[in-house]
């Protein structure tokens, strides 16, 4: 067993190579006040039941809030949409001032920016897992939506970028 690590720069340079998705992940606090932040790091985990996790750091507003509701949604931003994300990556009290958002119908989750998403996940918060200076919030997908026309953003090496830039397409099966 060993408990060497490697250094942070070369661990980011490494991690920043894995494309994640662009999302903006939400909750209510107690409150009904709407928090969110920009998260890359989110990805489906299961489909029976139906579970999808995002990691959040120790220190996010949004976590707080989501620890109070139980719930959050997952929003996966549409292409252009890089300004919000840029938008909901900061501290500031004020990041949904100028974007529309409904709760979702069931009432379980966070916002739903309905103008940015090519798809979204609202769930119940199934388990919160601590893993470093991060916590891994795995949800159980309540209720969603994906565009038909609309694509999703990614982000990896400081870009944002859409599924649209196809290379090549995998066949059915
Ligand atoms: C492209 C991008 C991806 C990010 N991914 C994550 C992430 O996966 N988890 C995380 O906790 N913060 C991530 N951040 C940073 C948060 O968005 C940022 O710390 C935010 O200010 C936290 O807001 P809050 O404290 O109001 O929740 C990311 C930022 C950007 C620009």
Request: glycine residues 10%.
């Amino acid at each position: 067993m060993t408990s060497a690590t490697i250094d942070p720069e070369t661990f980011k340079a490494i991690m920043a190579n894995a494309p994640g998705p662009a999302t903006v992940v939400t909750a209510f606090d107690a409150a009904g006040e709407p928090h969110g932040l920009t998260v890359s790091a989110v990805c489906s985990v299961s489909l029976d039941p139906p579970l999808a996790l995002a990691c959040l750091d120790l220190g996010s507003n949004t976590l707080a809030a989501l620890r109070e509701s139980g719930g959050f949604t997952i929003n996966y931003l549409a292409d252009g949409r890089h300004q919000v994300a840029l938008g909901f990556a900061t501290k500031s009290g004020a990041k949904f001032e100028g974007h529309s958002w409904v709760a979702p119908e069931g009432k379980v989750g966070g916002p739903i920016l309905i103008e940015h998403v090519a798809a979204h996940a609202a769930c119940e918060t199934e388990r919160l897992i601590d893993a470093g200076d991060h916590v891994i919030a795995v949800g159980r997908v309540v209720e969603g939506g994906a565009h038909e026309v609309l694509h999703a953003m990614a982000y990896a090496r400081r870009q944002f970028f859409t599924g649209r830039d196809v290379v090549i397409e995998r066949s059915e099966g």
